[in-house]
């Protein structure tokens, strides 16, 4: 079993709707949870980071950690083409031979067409 | 510059040869990371430096051989390469260790013949 999973997709939306994205994990030490973007031919891009249970909003971006399903999702309201990318989850523990390891889900391509 | 910067942003080479990559972080921070994407596959992490000492080796073949002289500067030596080694080589740089948030460079796209 992976230590995070994520659905490949690919998803393709209309602009406007809700775009839901989400990962499970299975360490139960992870403490840190991020969401990135990575336009085609450059470096992830940090969207969002939090760290362990709750809500965070940035503009038309919502991520949420449920740390007791060992669940974690970005929501993007009023999605534009110009969202359309992959969307990697990201996740760390607290210390120990955690420090610095980042564990990535696969990736989830989105496509939002006009 | 700012942020995050690699070069080359692409590179070609043989199973014989032997070259670096080079990133360089702007934000001031104190660990540097390179990671490797393959298609289909997770970011994989490589190696981590936190103030100039290695502190993570994740089981990376010695044809990989990291260098960092400084906190802003970290290298990736490379010689006989296999064509599987073709990935994007992700370098990635963070204020600290502990849960910091990293951010990355563009990558190298390298490609081995």
């Known amino acids: 079993q992976k230590e995070v999973e994520q659905d490949p997709g690919p998803l393709s939306v209309p602009e406007g709707a809700i775009v839901s994205l989400n990962c499970t994990y299975s360490?139960?030490?992870?403490?840190?949870f991020m969401w990135y973007r990575q336009y085609s031919r450059k470096g992830p891009e940090l969207l969002m980071y939090?760290?362990?249970?709750g809500n965070k909003e940035d503009g038309r971006f919502t991520a949420q950690v449920d740390k007791s399903s060992k669940y974690i999702s970005l929501f993007i309201r009023d999605s534009q083409p110009s969202d359309s990318a992959t969307y990697l989850c990201a996740m760390s523990g607290a210390g120990g031979t955690s420090y610095g390891k980042l564990t990535f889900g696969q990736g989830t391509i989105l496509t939002v067409h006009p | 510059e700012t942020g995050v910067t690699q070069t080359p942003r692409h590179l070609v080479m043989g199973m014989t040869n032997k070259k670096s990559l080079k990133c360089e972080q702007h934000l001031g921070h104190n660990a540097m990371y390179w990671y490797k994407q393959s298609a289909k596959k997770p970011l994989e992490l490589m190696f981590v430096y936190s103030l100039e000492e290695r502190v993570e080796n994740n089981s990376v073949p010695s044809r990989f051989s990291p260098e960092c002289p400084n906190s802003s500067h970290l290298f990736l030596h490379l010689h006989t390469l296999q064509p599987e080694d073709s990935a994007l080589y992700l370098c990635a740089s963070s204020p600290g260790l502990a849960g910091a948030e990293q951010f990355f460079g563009p990558g190298t796209r390298l490609t081995v013949l």
């Open positions: 360490n139960s030490a992870f403490q840190y």
């Open positions: 939090t760290y362990s249970s």
